[in-house]
């Protein structure tokens, strides 16, 4: 709906007198002459007989951060509006994302500025607004966002590519469009200018438009949206990049913490561990003692020291590069949105350890730091620190070449090594191709190994089929592992919400755990569920594989020899620093027990130290019954006379639906105080009392 008297068109109607302005301004050489020219740009399009109205928000659609539905001509009305059209997986809107972080710390509602995030979705995945929500969490969005899940605004207004700002005044009419990222500048100007002349002319509203915090309600957790794990092959203990805490974890196999290095909030800053800062790190690799990390929001490859408990920079400059062939020196090369590492070999002798692999997601590129002099395919000797594009063109293509530099990538997200012949490969999830590749280590040739089509400009073909080569689709895949054992791959099929295997031989891709549906469960591979997994590892010499499970905010274990999938417990020792449920914090008192409460006895379970046990509640309210609206149901553990097995446990939370009710998990602490003891699971809902239900070993 456009307003009254006005021209309801789309953005092709701003081109001939926004191009026009931008001709000018690269002319002017003052800041003053700039803004100048911007202003009369603004008396012209201001003066034009009828607005470029764009379309009224449709009813229906679901909201984020507000308090209620937004209008553009009721709510909006006396506000400079920036429409943000992104979508969620997508690099580019990622990098935009700082700029419109620092548009709102200048300028504020009250201001008379105000930013919407209009989601419109690639994937289908990226249609359901939980899903949204996740990510607007992870990437800190707090103006509001409209989920127009059927792109219905985008087609209206005829835009074209992700990201796309349009800029309104205060009658909802266009004053300006800026496609991609790169405009800081020019947002900044323009928004700047126009609050300026609409002041000048009283049209500014100061009132404050009501915003109501998703990430508000968002429960503690000792792990917040983990993005990439590792495995320490020598000890056993996994590196966990806790990307929504800024930090990176060093767990032990009985899963208590070893290591906290950053956190709990972003920033950028070498030294001890008790100092040192990170912003949403993402890929992680261990060996000898050393980790290293793909920073990603701070564009930096930064190296952890276990033994000096020290952290510093070895590639990056801190701000984001568009440099798409590098060759400096780690520290003076600047890179974008690194997504994930691995420590390799540069040449085919003995195993060294000389080289970093990484998934330069924003550039869309494979690149390598030298960790120590060597060489790459078609290179001279390089020296210790040269960082450089190893292979990818920049494109963002689906492109396979046998010249790597021709070769194109789409995001690419997750890297493993191949290292042993006859693979000698980089395999790589390329995440907005939806598609696995392979590079070779002998001469850089990048081919195709399952998903996505032939042609190299469709990044659309994507779906979720089992099936060999191009006939199996995946959807935005983030994560790959090796299986060297069995010679087989392992695929975060992300918005899939599944664990793939793929056989590299016959390029059979097969799903191997999870059933599709966003969900938190562990059971078999057959019955388990993810929720977006962006990473994943293969630990206990090839009998585990480890699972981010990411928006479950969870490290999961899937046995492939017993193949069922369970949650990897984390808790605290007295040093570590965690943020979520763990003792110290205030628990809720579990209510007196009526004498006449039902107790339901189950048969003993015999347990080993260690063991997770998962207890399902599966209750059943009588005939006619229902749970009474606006009243919180929830559940307690106790176990009387056997306290000990409480400790660093999660002892009590809520049920909020009959249909996915919760699955409790107990882990056995590994030094057992007593053979046997009892566990009790006691339910209220109001003023009545459920069974309590008790397990023995």
């Known amino acids: 709906m456009a307003a009254p008297g006005a021209r309801s068109v789309s953005l092709s109607g701003l081109l001939p ?20 020219l911007v202003y009369q740009y603004l008396q012209k399009v201001d003066g034009w007989e009828q607005d470029l109205a764009v379309p009224e928000f449709p009813q229906g659609l679901e909201w984020l951060n507000t308090e209620e539905p937004l209008s553009i001509y009721k709510d909006l009305r006396g506000k400079v509006v920036v429409l943000d059209f992104f979508t969620y997986c997508c690099i580019n809107c990622i990098h935009l994302l700082p700029d419109l972080h620092d548009l709102e710390r200048r300028f504020s509602d009250k201001d008379g500025l105000l930013i919407v995030g209009v989601h419109s979705p690639k994937f289908p995945n990226e249609k359901v607004l939980d899903n949204i929500k996740s990510a607007i969490l992870r990437y800190d969005i707090t103006h509001p966002v409209v989920n127009d899940a059927d792109a219905s605004l985008w087609q209206e207004l005829e835009v074209s590519c992700w990201p796309t700002l349009v800029i309104l005044g205060p009658r909802g009419n266009m004053l300006f469009s800026l496609i991609g990222e790169g405009h800081k500048d020019k947002l900044f100007s323009y928004t700047s200018i126009a609050l300026k002349y609409y002041k000048d ?36 203990r996994l590196v966990v990049s806790d990307t929504g805490h800024h930090r990176v974890l060093v767990i032990q196999k009985n899963g208590q913490i070893q290591y906290t290095i950053g956190g709990p909030n972003p920033g950028r800053k070498d030294g001890m561990f008790s100092e040192s800062s990170f912003h949403s790190p993402q890929g992680v690799a261990i060996v000898n003692n050393v980790i290293y990390v793909a920073d990603t929001e701070n564009h930096l490859i930064r190296k952890i020291d276990l033994e000096a408990e020290k952290v510093s920079t070895v590639a990056g400059v801190g701000v984001q590069g568009t440099d798409t062939e590098g060759g400096e020196r780690g520290e003076k090369q600047p890179i974008s949105s690194p997504w994930d590492v691995v420590v390799g070999t ?46 990818g063109s920049g494109n963002e293509e ?18 493993s090594l191949a290292s042993e012949d006859p693979w000698s490969c980089l395999f790589v999830a390329d995440s907005e191709s939806s598609t696995v590749r392979s590079v070779s280590l002998k001469d850089g040739a990048v081919k195709h190994l399952v998903g996505g089509e032939r042609d190299p400009m469709n990044l659309f073909a994507f779906g979720d089929i089992d099936g060999v080569g191009i006939t199996a689709k995946l959807q935005h895949p983030l994560g790959v592992a090796w299986d060297q054992k ?14 793939k295997v793929v056989d590299p031989k016959t390029k059979v891709c097969t799903t191997l755990a999870g059933t599709g549906d966003a969900h938190d469960k562990s059971s078999s591979f057959a019955e388990s569920a993810f929720n977006e997994p962006g990473g994943l590892c293969v630990g206990e010499g090839g009998r585990l594989v480890y699972v981010a499970d990411t928006n479950n905010h ?7 020899e017993a193949r069922t999938v369970s949650v990897f417990l984390v808790s605290k020792p007295g040093s570590a ?31 080993c130290p260690g063991q997770t046990l998962q207890l399902k509640l599966q209750l059943v309210l009588p005939p006619g019954a229902k749970l009474t609206e606006g009243v919180p149901s929830c559940w307690f553990l106790s176990a009387e006379g056997n306290e000990w097995l409480l400790q660093e446990q999660t002892p009590s939370g809520d049920i909020e639906n009959m249909s996915n009710q919760p699955t409790i998990l107990l882990q056995i602490p590994p030094d057992c105080l007593s053979l046997e003891a009892v566990i009790s699971i006691t339910r209220f809902q109001k003023h009545q009392l459920n069974p309590a239900y008790k397990v023995y070993w």
């Open 17 to 36: 007198a926004q191009t026009s302005l931008e001709y000018a301004l690269l002319d002017a050489v003052t800041q003053q002459e700039k803004d100048d």
């Open 201 to 236: 002319r009283g049209q500014i509203r100061d009132g404050r438009v009501g915003i109501k915090l998703f990430k508000e309600s968002l429960p503690p957790s000792p792990l917040l949206f983990p993005g990439k794990v590792a495995e320490d092959h020598a000890t056993g």
């Open 346 to 391: 540069s040449g085919s002798e003995v195993q060294r350890n000389d080289i970093l692999w990484i998934a330069m997601a924003g550039t869309h590129q494979i690149w390598a730091l030298l960790l120590d002099s060597g060489t790459l395919p078609k290179k001279n000797e390089l020296k210790k620190g040269t960082c450089l594009r190893f292979a």
């Open 398 to 415: 689906n492109r396979n070449n046998a010249y790597p530099h021709k070769a194109g990538f789409a995001q690419p997200s997750g890297l």
């Open 486 to 499: 069995r010679s087989l791959l392992y695929v975060a099929d992300s918005y899939n919400h599944k664990i």
């Open 554 to 560: 969870q490290i999961k274990v899937m046995d492939l």
């Open 577 to 607: 620093m965690v943020d979520g449920p763990f003792p110290g914090e205030k628990q809720r008192t579990m209510p007196k027990v009526p004498k006449s409460a039902p107790n339901i006895q189950l048969a003993p379970v015999t347990v």
